[in-house]
């Protein structure tokens, strides 16, 4: 059983359902309707105890379902009160993990022909961040155990609530991940740094690996094919499009990651440090100009200056080195010394 949401006239209702085996797939079928609000269906009887109020079970009774010990309690999880629900999952976290079996070559098999790489992608984000998932098809399909024996409507209700942790800064990162948008770039910056990519290749691109997920039998599993864009899979228009890039912090990281990752890098020495003239040219203004920008503006110009002078955007290898450097050399400068207010 798991826990569904729907939107009826305007309004967030939430649906006991459950995951019924026909055929080749999963389908889903709801038990129970709780209305708006699952939390008046919690009697707290401690600072950290809980039960359910008999009503959700006999109705499930009532609807030919037998609950497992704990399975209801599961479902009203994300309804708790915090310290409630922390005491809860610590002891359920602890007895989870006793007594795990190891999977049969039959078993893998079995999980390998049913869980798309698709949703192995979007669990392996959620579970590291790692942008490059290009590896996630050789990983053990006992870390994606958790997706088995679902219906698509159980597997995005999951996929909803894990992505709600992300912060809106990793929505388009994530979508790119997910979609394994990187295979369709050879360019070194397409493992780590798409926001260098052609970007309008790049939305061409993802509309065409959405349509094809949108298209196929293993994400339909089973239900009917239509003529638009699944109600599923329309956030991820959204992530895509109506946020950027990664926040200023992600962009540098990027950055310096790829920069200590290069071949071909090597920090400048001491006695190649450019001269006032110099940092002026690369910049496009004097030393003196560079020096009374904000934070802000000096970011938004190195950004530009990078992108024309990036190696792999044409550029030339050893100015793009020394923009950096002076770049980094300027932000040093506008540090407030010690004692000074501000």
Not at 42 to 65: C, H, M, N, P
Not at 97 to 120: A, C, H, M, N, V
Not at 146 to 170: C, H, I, N, V, W
Request: glycine fraction near 6%; charge should be positive.
């Amino acid at each position: 059983m798991y826990l569904s949401r729907r939107t009826l006239n305007g309004r967030l209702h939430y649906f006991i359902s459950r995951s019924v085996k026909d055929g080749r797939w999963w389908r889903s079928e709801d038990l129970l309707h709780l209305g708006t609000d699952p939390a008046r269906y919690i009697v707290l009887t401690g600072r950290d105890s809980f039960y359910i109020d008999e009503r959700i079970e006999k109705k499930l009774k009532e609807a030919g379902v037998e609950t497992g010990r704990g399975e209801p309690e599961q479902l009203f999880l994300p309804f708790l009160p915090k310290g409630v629900r922390e005491a809860y999952e610590q002891i359920h976290f602890r007895n989870h993990y006793r007594g795990r079996t190891r999977l049969s070559y039959y078993e893998e098999k079995r999980l390998e022909e049913q869980i798309s790489l698709f949703d192995r992608r979007r669990l392996y984000f959620l579970k590291t961040g790692r942008l490059d998932l290009s590896r996630v098809g050789t990983l053990p399909i006992r870390y994606f155990k958790q997706l088995a024996d679902k219906s698509r409507d159980e597997l995005e209700q999951f996929f909803l609530t894990e992505e709600a942790q992300l912060d809106p800064g990793e929505y388009k990162q994530y979508v790119f991940a997910i979609l394994n948008l990187q295979s369709c770039f050879a360019r070194r910056e397409a493992r780590n740094m798409p926001q260098y990519l052609d970007q309008e290749r790049l939305e061409r691109v993802f509309l065409d690996e959405l349509c094809y997920v949108n298209g196929s039998d293993w994400f339909r599993m089973g239900r009917e094919r239509i003529w638009f864009l699944d109600p599923y899979l329309t956030r991820y228009v959204i992530m895509f499009f109506d946020y950027g890039w990664a926040r200023e912090s992600f962009w540098e990281e990027y950055i310096r990651r790829f920069m200590d990752s290069h071949r071909q890098y090597r920090p400048p020495s001491p006695a190649s440090r450019l001269s006032e003239e110099e940092a002026g040219e690369l910049f496009g203004m004097g030393r003196e100009e560079l020096r009374q920008l904000s934070r802000k503006q000096l970011v938004g110009l190195y950004r530009k200056r990078a992108k024309e002078l990036h190696p792999d955007k044409g550029g030339d290898h050893d100015k793009f080195i020394h923009l950096t450097h002076a770049y980094e050399s300027l932000l040093r400068e506008q540090r407030p010394k010690k004692g000074s207010r501000g």
